[in-house]
């Protein structure tokens, strides 16, 4: 599982207060969550899987790297059966 997150920057506009972008499973192409960029005060709200993954961070690269700690806790959980059948045979 790969996460795609989509950067916006929040110096210039149209007087918009927030922006969402969604965030996308790059290996199903489906959508699995949103990143909200607030600008007024400039923080970044990303919720993932319903809900379930949630964070509220000040920077851009924050939020990805809770997006890339999400990815790797579920990709080691899909390892882990995988790795557990192989000893088993």
Not at 31 to 36: F, I, K, M
Not at 46 to 62: P, Q, V
Request: negative net charge.
């Amino acid at each position: 599982m790969q996460l795609l997150l989509q950067n916006i920057d929040m110096r210039g506009g149209d007087g918009d207060s927030y922006w969402m972008t969604k965030v996308t499973d790059k290996d199903t192409g489906k959508e699995v969550g949103t990143l909200r960029h607030e600008r007024s005060p400039a923080v970044r709200r990303i919720s993932l899987y319903g809900g379930k993954y949630h964070g509220k961070f000040k920077t851009f690269d924050e939020c990805a790297a809770f997006a890339r700690g999400v990815e790797a806790v579920f990709n080691q959980m899909v390892e882990l059966p995988d790795a557990e059948a192989q000893q088993a045979a």
